[in-house]
């Protein structure tokens, strides 16, 4: 049983309380009104889960309580405080550099650089992919081009425990990930063996989060903080199950990561290919490692938009993206904003340097 009483819970955008399966006793709490929490959309009181035989919120105060909670200044923006990057040429190539500006001879003349002219390289970034002409040298040999957008996702993989499932996602499905973010023009390397990692990781029942940091360090890092991987790839963990069915994670020091339960997913959407919801449920989360989180749009992993009783699934029904919770085992597809009101253009939001450079914000600009 979770105890939170005496409590002021208003004013939240989505959620007073929210809960799928825990027993809680909410009571004496102020809810925004003298009526108590609301159990849909439509009230002024803060909205709160129903669950009469696991949560208690009788009775509830009928007046705030005064000098508690944080005295935040909500007009203000927080920012994650800007750190010097400890490892700025990590990149170091061994072929000849007539200009020593960080890149060999062969790169420049393949794409339209003078080898005897210096170019600041390690800056240089034509396409705005985040990525600059060093880190497009070095995946030069896996298809990257400095003068179109790449985004390059490895994935890792726990063996599973039980039957003849795999959690390492199919070709196919893969390819209908890729093909989505081809439409927009970007070109999306999945790593699964190829591209220098994704690999098969020891089964387990369970990945937790003390286990997500060990697997980062040891499959993704190879116990080296200097990896440029950190700074090139994203990076996915598929597995059984873990704290929750899917979710991003900081890496070393910025949200470049997610874990995936594909297990999890196929307990709950049995209909569905055990692939493809791990690649929908991928996608989803790549959002999130370039930027698209609740504080952007208040579309986006927003509860209530699953509930046609809440207004919020009204309002946000027009945002056809697999990061509206509605429709996100739907299809493998971000909404270029284009169905009206309440709908949001993601692809033209992608920021393709918070997963290298995270910082978040509030309140939503």
Known sequence: MFTISWSNIYGNENFGLFAETSAIDASYNWWGTKTGPAHHGLARADRATWGPREITYRPWLTFPMPEIGPDWALEKTFQKPTYIDPWPEQIIFSDPDTDNDGVPDWWETKWGYSPDVWDDHQHLDSDNDSLNNIEECYMDSHGSNPFEKDLFLEFDWTEILQGNNTNKPASTDIAEMIDAFARQNITLHVDTGELGGGEGLPAQAVVSYAEIIMIYWDYFLHNDLNNPRQRIFHYGILCDYSETAGFAVMGWNHLNA????????????????????????????????????????????????IKPYYKEFWIYLPYKSILNYLYTYSFMDYSDGSHGRGDFNDWGNLDFSFFKNTRFEYPIT
């Open 258 to 305: 997610f874990v995936i339960g594909a297990q999890s997913l196929a307990d709950n959407h049995p209909k569905s290919s055990r692939s493809w919801l791990s690649l929908a449920a991928s996608m989803h989360e790549v959002g999130h490692t370039c930027g698209l989180i609740a504080t952007k749009y208040k579309g986006i992993d927003n509860r209530a938009t």
